[in-house]
């Protein structure tokens, strides 16, 4: 941010530069002399470095700044430096001594910077040492071995000037057997912040203190009412325990004005720990109990508190990655309608959780990289504000000041553009007490140096660092934050109030070109593809919740798991983000099956209409509701259903159950018709596979049919043969009892004899004394159903 800013609004008074100027000739004298005395063959070793005068030069001695306190000192205080010197030449070192040297004002930012980066000692350019009795002397220093030191000087005796920024070393004299005069043979540097009295006029400074961490929570829950989450591993449990990343963050941010920068997702996994939960095995296939509850409770707890009284942004649901989103996914549709509903998640997680109203309407990029799409995309959720940072949007006016964070960029759009030398200042390694140290300090000097580019125009500059640093990172994080709490010339501020500063006239407001996007940004992007899988499994995610009766059991962890796989922090984890979302999709998968059509052996009609069963089978707990079971015939002329070529019948199922749905069916003629069963949701769409099975369809001929109206018209006449020949031999027995009396004797005989030798008329039946057949039908006969 404003690189061409170099000039602090004060210096040394002109007779304290020639002084100083006069000092150093005066020290450098003697070693002048020196040299001119030199043997002729430490001359050309002087003259011509070879690759063994290199390796012992001051890089002879390693030395270790590990400690500088107070870090801003003013007057009155007594500065402790101290650290550890190593020999790592193959000589021993003789009349060694480690002293401080204090090297002229440094006159703007990348001054610092051209400092920062010098490696080695250079006379002139790193001061004189303070010398007297603020040195600590070694009789000799072996190769190898690492001795202590520790240099207590008042501040007085430094004899510093004007407010500013002093380049500060510590340096390691002594000889060698190959080198017999005394050299600088180590040599470290660092920054020395110097400030007697507050500023009138303070630059206003926003830290944001982010809680981020990678996804653990899977979309999987138990069965049971509580829907016991399933977490990838016990990794949080780390995070969250004393000494863990986030305890360290949480720790070391309870004491500071800061504004905390969170992300949703940390916190709903963690309140999940806080109870029942589960973690999957390392080979997938099982889960064990999760052992954190205490921890996570702790944890949340003490957030809560910490919180009540602080600025809290809450980011989209799992920090969606918005460059990627918008490079490789906001044509992937329904991505950008994804990203507003993390938006709208994350705000109320952090609502019920913390109990506290966020801002949600903050952006934050990846390291605050711009261009117009990435603006596009984080506005398209309703986002107003932009993190972005100065080495994305560079000062190209010449301003001989760092500007206000905040600018209009077109849109009813702010940037607030964080200033990168401040932001990654703590991006190494700072396991190391060296490396904490220096960072502490530069982080100090830079922030010194803004107020005094124009110390009569208050500024106000926003820092944005990584967003998951580590417990050593915090840290030091904190240890400079700390430093600043005096206000000398500084003053914290809240980003909401950041983002409504008036912004510089001068300072730009262009949002970079797509071509100046930082091409190592872009090979950590998620790829197309990702978005494709993606929206793969929120469609399936949208058929699966029309048909449940409960979906919102479905809907929370599943929604939730696609915002997890959009998530920045799978930059530099491609194998890991795709395993996550395959992981996602196949427990989607699994669950979907869950209800099936149960498959079906082919049927065999032997009637004109019959009724065909077909299974849904349910193996969710909760019931399945608004579906509709379709069963279309292939060959429609041989068998309908329903009397049409297809029929639909509603499905409801109860969860753990299984439902038979009957379809009436109509043959036309025989063979075998390929039918198909196919579940749908009610707008259309198919659910499931479809299950095939053939209807053999063996419908009676009508030959057959003839002959059985054929026999059972014989029968019918033959009975009513049968019925008038009994009736008119009853008559003729009536009448013939009549005829005879018993006065003639002739003519009962006659009667008699009459009656014997009287042939059988043709008409008289034959007694039907035939029994009733009681044999079981043929084998091949058919009952019509």
Do not use: C
């Not at 002729?40 to 030069?57: F, R």
């Not at 190593?86 to 401080?100: D, E, P, R």
């Not at 430093?483 to 300072?507: I, M, N």
């Not at 969710?620 to 579906?627: A, E, F, K, S, Y």
């Amino acid at each position: 941010m404003a690189e061409a800013a170099d000039f602090p609004g004060t210096s040394p008074s002109p007779a304290r530069r020639w002084l100083r100027r006069t000092a150093a000739l005066m020290a450098a004298a003697p070693l002048l002399t020196g040299m001119l005395q030199l043997p002729a063959e430490a001359a050309a070793h002087a003259a011509v470095p070879s690759a063994a005068a290199d390796a012992t030069g001051s890089r002879t001695v390693d030395v270790s700044l590990d400690s500088l306190t107070p870090t801003a000192p003013v007057d009155g205080d007594t500065l402790t430096v101290s650290g550890t010197v190593t020999n790592n030449g193959k000589q021993t070192v003789t009349g060694a001594q480690v002293g401080l040297r204090l090297g002229p004002v440094l006159n703007g930012r990348s001054s610092i910077d051209s400092a920062a980066k010098r490696t080695g000692y250079q006379p002139g350019a790193d001061g004189t040492e303070v010398g007297g009795k603020y040195v600590e002397k070694f009789s000799k220093l072996t190769p190898g071995v690492r001795q202590d030191f520790s240099i207590s000087v008042p501040v007085k005796a430094l004899d510093l000037g004007a407010d500013g920024v002093y380049q500060l070393g510590v340096s390691l004299t002594g000889r060698t057997a190959a080198q017999p005069w005394s050299q600088v043979l180590g040599f470290e540097r660092t920054f020395l912040p110097w400030q007697a009295d507050a500023s009138d006029t303070k630059t206003k400074t926003t830290y944001l203190w982010p809680l981020i961490s990678t996804p653990h929570l899977t979309a999987e829950t138990g069965s049971d009412e509580q829907q016991t989450p399933v977490f990838t591993d016990d990794d949080l449990t780390k995070e969250l325990a004393p000494g863990g990343r986030l305890d360290q963050m949480l720790s070391a941010g309870r004491e500071l004005d800061v504004t905390w920068v969170v992300d949703p997702d940390l916190l709903a996994s963690v309140d999940a720990m806080t109870r029942n939960y589960r973690v999957q095995t390392a080979d997938g296939k099982s889960t064990t109990a999760g052992k954190g509850q205490a921890v996570a409770k702790d944890w949340l707890n003490k957030l809560e508190q910490t919180v009540q009284d602080k600025k809290v942004v809450a980011l989209p649901f799992a920090d969606p990655d918005l460059a990627s989103l918008a490079h490789n996914g906001k044509t992937v549709t329904g991505s950008l309608g994804q990203l507003k509903d993390a938006t709208d998640a994350g705000s109320d997680a952090v609502k019920t959780i913390l109990h506290v109203k966020p801002r949600s309407d903050f952006a934050w990029p990846v390291d605050g990289a711009l261009d117009p799409s990435v603006v596009d995309v984080s506005t398209s959720a309703g986002a107003h504000t932009v993190i972005a940072r100065s080495d994305s949007m560079r000062e190209t006016g010449g301003l001989l000041y760092t500007p206000n964070a905040a600018r209009p960029i077109g849109g009813g759009t702010t940037a607030v553009v964080a200033d990168a030398r401040l932001s990654t200042a703590f991006q190494g390694d700072m396991t190391g007490a060296e490396s904490s140290t220096l960072a502490v300090q530069e982080f100090l000097a830079q922030s010194l140096m803004v107020t005094l580019q124009d110390p009569d125009k208050q500024r106000s500059i926003v820092v944005a660092p990584q967003r998951m640093p580590s417990a050593s990172q915090a840290q030091s994080m904190a240890k400079a934050l700390t430093a600043l709490s005096d206000e000398r010339w500084t003053q914290p501020q809240d980003l909401s109030t950041a983002a409504k500063v008036k912004p510089d006239p001068a300072a730009t407001t262009q949002v970079p070109s797509a071509g100046s996007y930082p091409a190592s940004l872009r090979k950590q992007e998620l790829p197309k593809s990702a978005f494709q899988s993606i929206q793969n499994t929120r469609n399936k995610l949208s058929r699966f919740k029309t048909i449940l009766s409960e979906p919102d059991r479905v809907i929370t962890p599943f929604g939730r798991a696609i915002d997890r796989e959009m998530s920045t922090s799978w930059r530099g984890r491609a194998g890991e983000a795709d395993t996550f979302r395959r992981g996602v999709e196949k427990y989607l998968t699994t669950l979907i099956d869950q209800v099936a059509l149960i498959k079906k052996s082919d049927a065999k009609l032997s009637g004109r209409s019959a009724t065909i069963p077909v299974t849904v089978q349910n193996n969710l707990v909760q019931g399945v509701d608004h579906m509709v079971l379709r069963l279309t015939s292939e060959n429609p002329t041989r068998l309908k259903i329903g009397g049409k070529a297809y029929w639909e019948q509603p499905v409801k199922v109860a969860g753990g159950h299984a439902q038979s749905v009957k379809f009436t069916t109509t043959a036309n003629a025989n063979g075998p018709v390929p039918v198909y069963a196919q579940l749908y949701t009610e707008d259309g769409q198919p659910y499931g596979k479809a299950v095939k099975f053939d209807v053999n369809v063996t419908e009676i001929t009508l030959t057959v049919m003839l002959v059985i109206a054929g026999g059972v018209l014989l029968l019918v006449l033959a009975g009513f043969r049968m019925y008038t020949q009994r009736k008119r031999a009853a008559r003729q027995q009536a009448e013939a009892s009549t005829d005879s009396g018993p006065d003639d004797d002739s003519d009962g005989e006659s009667g008699s004899e009459s009656g014997e030798d009287d042939p059988e008329q043709p008409s008289d039946p034959t007694p039907d004394t035939a029994p009733e057949s009681t044999d079981p039908s043929d084998t091949g006969e058919r009952v019509d159903r």
